[in-house]
């Protein structure tokens, strides 16, 4: 009896890692709202970039990766199950909020982006954040960004358009927010930021 007093055990010791922390819960609210008001900004900016992309519409998707970074990013920060569909919710209420130019349908992504980013660390049971799990959320976040939009906004697109856009959105989408999410992760670790965190202890 003794002994398990002093040592507790490694399943009590996961059940605390686990659980969400005040600061957690604040810190992945303050990236959703800041990115809310990146998103706002970025649809302004995909708006003004249609005519550059007429002639080829889906390589426009190569911008799309910026919409999809709180999904990966809040858990590699946070490292916590639902950090990521969290901080996407919140940045697509946010975005939505400023007038967004796709309404409330942004609600609706942001909340089946975030789910889809999930998958790339629940895979993993939500033990390991480094670049394996960063790409794959990245990837899963990506295909169904772009499987929404094929359904929602362009259903009439020729095959090769969709298959075009679905692998430049994925490809945005890993470069930005899982390469990104990864860069940003080690540059905040490494100036102190995340001294309060496991991220800011461990090199990813």
Known sequence: MAQKAVHPSSTDATV?????????????????????????????????????????????????????????LAPLIVRKAGAGLFAELVASIVSALLGSAWGTLTIVYGLL?????????????????????????ALCAGAMAAALDLLNYYPDWAAGWKTSYLLLVAGSTMVIAGIGGMALTRALAASGALSGFASGRTRV
């Open 16 to 72: 605390r890692s686990t659980r969400w922390r005040t600061v957690d819960i604040v810190v992945t609210a303050v990236l959703g709202v800041a990115f809310g008001v990146v998103f706002w900004a970025w649809g302004l900016l995909w708006a003004a970039l249609d005519a550059p992309f007429s002639a080829f519409p889906p390589a426009q998707a190569v911008m799309y990766g910026v919409w999809l970074l709180p999904a990966v």
């Open 113 to 137: 982006q975030g789910a889809a980013g999930e998958l790339g660390y629940a895979a993993f049971a939500y033990r390991r954040y480094g670049w394996p799990q960063a790409l794959l959320s």
